[in-house]
């Protein structure tokens, strides 16, 4: 881009190079694509010249480069709105979890052309809630950088998943050595205030004494009903999937995921599966409302999405949560 200082009447169709302010207020900002209007309020406040750039060849503009690559960063339940400064922000249009390609998002943020900011992967993200923002460099971007980054983002698809989370039945069973009701008077306050930042309740409860066949028959109970995720809110602490709730996980058609989470509070989670349903023990996470594992996953479960024993091994970076 070639900048210059020229006369105002002649700015039209030009990038201003700096904002321009009189008598202390902001007429016009950086970044600005100067029209006719323009020219004439600033020849009013007596102005005769303007620092201003125009694109050259094998340029594309700032707000042109970055709706095209924010068109292709991320899919799902989201809009993408332009904003000042050669910004392009991306919003949910529905309450979803927000999924992350971080290799590619590391990827993208290697060049020179672009930069992207975007929540944490597996978090909560309310409607119409900002989930990522893209900012090129001031003015223009090379044509040839933004066909790359473009090819890139279509061969590898979307930095960020925005998944809705839509109708969340979620199931909840607790279990203790002597009475489960038990288990429920200690937890089910807690559990209720932790589900409302997810904007949610338990559509299915049930509590049971912590003994295999007795968990069992509860979980192929609860199952029956298909839930988005259930959650077992045990007040024993499980040595391993050979305890009793892994065993009972088990013997009612669990295949069992991940034992033991990167992080504090949670690192005993264990994790299974029953088709596409995801079970969850978190021992000692349902007796305070602080920030746990269980915080980090049910985003994710209750969209649906099947979190993988990799993903869990993931969460060590950040997963110190006190």
Request: charged residues 25%; negative net charge; aromatic residues 4%.
């Amino acid at each position: 881009m070639k900048a210059q200082t020229i006369d105002v009447k002649e700015s039209t169709g030009r990038i201003l190079c700096c904002t321009i302010f009189r008598t202390g207020k902001k007429l016009l900002s950086k970044g600005h694509l100067m029209r006719e209007e323009d020219a004439r309020m600033l020849e009013t406040a007596g102005m005769d010249e303007v620092w201003v750039t125009e694109l050259e060849e094998g340029e594309v503009g700032e707000d042109d480069a970055v709706m095209q690559v924010g068109n292709e960063i991320g899919c799902g339940a989201l809009e993408i709105r332009l904003a000042a400064g050669g910004r392009a922000n991306l919003f949910t249009t529905e309450p979803c979890c927000v999924l992350v390609d971080d290799e590619l998002l590391k990827q993208i943020n290697c060049t020179a052309s672009v930069s992207i900011a975007t929540s944490l992967n597996f978090s909560y993200a309310r409607s119409g809630q900002r989930v990522a923002t893209v900012k090129s460099t001031p003015f223009a971007v090379a044509t040839g950088e933004l066909e790359a980054l473009i090819s890139i983002l279509k061969e590898r698809g979307p930095i960020l998943q925005a998944r809705p989370i839509r109708t969340p039945d979620l199931a909840v069973l607790y279990t203790d050595p002597a009475n489960g009701e038990r288990a429920k008077q200690l937890f089910e306050h807690i559990i209720r205030q932790r589900l409302d930042r997810f904007g949610t309740s338990p559509s299915f409860v049930c509590s049971c004494m912590e003994e295999e066949g007795a968990v069992a028959d509860a979980l192929r109970h609860l199952l029956r009903a298909r839930p988005s995720a259930l959650l077992i809110a045990s007040t024993t602490a499980p040595a391993g999937p050979e305890d009793v709730v892994g065993r009972a996980m088990g013997q009612a058609g669990c295949r069992i995921e991940r034992f033991m989470a990167p992080v504090e509070p949670g690192n005993l989670l264990l994790l299974g599966y029953n088709d596409d349903v995801p079970i969850m023990s978190a021992p000692g996470c349902f007796r305070s409302a602080k920030p746990n594992v269980v915080d980090l996953l049910l985003p994710a479960m209750l969209a649906r999405y099947h979190v993988s024993g990799w993903e869990v091994a993931c969460l060590g970076h950040g997963g110190l949560l006190v």
